[in-house]
């Protein structure tokens, strides 16, 4: 392998002058071109660069988007995405009434661009690994143990409101902006979810009973009512035949075109006589006992 490089390099030098400025000038060009596109970066949109040199260790000046120059080797940009971006965590953990509470938080972050020397100093590129779900686990335990299970569903924007301060608060310790925080689920233990079917279930059948017993209050006022009715109405007929013997004949003169009416609708031949008709209502005899019933009725009062 040695022999065949010293032959190409003795040919290379046997070569004609003007073919061995020519590769001299061509390896000299590529090595420009490498060193300038070594030279240059280009931060895109949405981003920011710092440098990092070797010699001086990490600049302060943060570079916008577009395209800036280094020095080989001794200089290394770090480009940041400054854009919002989502993160989702799940969290489980206990309420006040030791409820064991699966709560889902799902937050928009982004870091700081003013910051950002600092914050590569402190926590590097990933820090929605190594930071975020640290405080969040830590803001959702501290916050959940402040509230019962059923003020988790019945207060929950007050839950999330408290959950938002805190973690704005703890994530500006690492230079991390949150522009939204929002509950994305809230689940409770098995046990918790049966004792919550059992309430429900004694409620129903209590309200079921409730209803039950006004129901029977109801009816029982029918009842009354339909008793009281009819007394008062035996009353007023017995009042109406003590006073008039007439209102008996009415009566009867009613019933009577009732059995008629029953008797022509039948297709058997009945034959009655006028005393079960109840049409006697001109012989002595009905007026016997209209007289009877009235002094009846007279006794009574």
Known sequence: MAKRIGDILGRMGKAPSGLGLGMKLLI???VAAYGLSEAMFTVEGGHRAIIFNRV????KDILAEGLHFRIPWFQHPIIYDIRTRPKKITSPTGSKD??????????????????LPEMYRVVGVDYDDRVLPSIINEVLKSVVAKFNASQLITQRSAVSLL????????????????????????SFGKEYAAAVEAKQVAQQEAQ????????????RNRKV???EGEATSAKMVGAAISENPGYLKLRKIKAAQNIARTV?????????????????????????AANKLQGVVGKKK
Do not use: C, W
């Open 28 to 30: 000299a060009g590529g």
């Open 56 to 59: 001086g260790g990490l600049q």
């Open 208 to 219: 079921r009973a409730q209803f039950i017993v006004e129901q029977a209050k109801q009816e």
């Open 98 to 115: 030791l409820q064991v509470v699966n709560i889902g938080l799902r937050i928009l972050h982004r870091p700081n661009a003013l910051t």
């Open 264 to 288: 022509a609708g039948s297709q058997n031949r009945v034959y009655l006589s006028a005393g079960n008709l109840m049409l006697n209502i001109t012989e002595k005899e009905f007026d016997d």
């Open 225 to 227: 009512v339909q008793a």
């Open 163 to 186: 959950v938002r301060q805190q973690l704005v608060d703890r994530a500006s310790d690492f230079n991390i902006i949150l522009d939204d925080v929002a509950i994305t689920e809230l």
